[in-house]
């Protein structure tokens, strides 16, 4: 099976844009998660869809925000881009076939999209 | 903040020893995982360990778990110039929460000296 793709794997964007990334999560798998990472925050969750629902959302500002689709692939958008927001997405995706909670199966990551703002 | 911290945050040996990582959390957990990541790339999952297991193998890899402690360990045998990236322990905070979601540590950078 091919794996979690996320595309673009670069972005360069100014303060105030806002910016879409897309994560195609590996085939069968119904859960998706994302993670922002920076050197001083490390890995923080923002949030996991599960079935087209955000299940679970960290804590982030509204200005992040994401959705599934039908076939599971995700996007999440960041708008009103500030400087801090420059860092590592990661999207991760999980068979979770029973629907269980997040923490019961491996997750399966991308090699992320490096987002920087000037 | 970090729901995991690891210990130490940096470690180099040389190919060939063992290397050992602890990752410490603070709240009751269902399953804690490892991950390692190279350089700026994704994860990839280690080793799954329950919160009713308190040891678990995989390869060269040996994870235990004390949840008395609220501790883990993550122990790579006979280490090679491969294994060389950072390692991330990850906690789920458990149904109790309402709010199912994993936590990362800070990670370890292991370097392996050939």
């Known amino acids: 099976k091919a794996g979690v793709t996320q595309t673009p794997r670069y972005l360069i964007k100014t303060r105030g844009q806002q910016v879409t990334l897309s994560c195609s999560p590996i085939?069968?798998?119904?859960?998706v998660s994302w993670y922002q990472q920076t050197p001083g925050q490390g890995l923080q969750f923002l949030f996991e869809?599960?079935?087209?629902?955000?299940?679970n959302k960290g804590n982030f500002p509204g200005r992040f925000s994401g959705r599934q689709f039908s076939n599971s692939r995700s996007e999440m958008n960041v708008s009103t881009l500030e400087l801090g927001d420059s860092a590592l997405y990661l999207c991760?995706?999980?068979?979770?076939?029973?629907?269980?909670?997040?923490?019961?199966?491996?997750?399966?990551f991308g090699p992320g999209t490096r987002l920087t703002v000037l | 903040s970090q729901q995991g911290e690891e210990d130490p945050q940096a470690l180099s040996i040389q190919e060939g020893e063992n290397a050992t990582m602890n990752c410490s959390y603070k709240t009751s957990i269902n399953n804690l995982q490892w991950y390692r990541q190279n350089s700026g790339r994704g994860l990839v999952h280690l080793i799954l360990i329950r919160s009713n297991e308190r040891e678990k193998h995989s390869g060269r890899l040996r994870v235990t778990l004390d949840t008395s402690k609220k501790s883990s360990s993550l122990l790579i045998t006979a280490s090679r110039a491969a294994d060389t990236a950072s390692y991330f322990c990850?906690?789920?905070?458990?149904?109790?929460?309402?709010?199912?979601?994993?936590?990362f540590g800070t990670g370890t950078r292991l370097t392996i000296i050939p």
């Open positions: 085939s069968g798998h119904r859960s």
């Open positions: 869809y599960f079935s087209e629902t955000q299940r």
């Open positions: 991760a995706s999980s068979p979770l076939t029973s629907g269980g909670a997040l923490g019961t199966d491996t997750q399966y």
């Open positions: 990850a906690t789920d905070a458990g149904s109790n929460f309402g709010n199912e979601k994993l936590t």
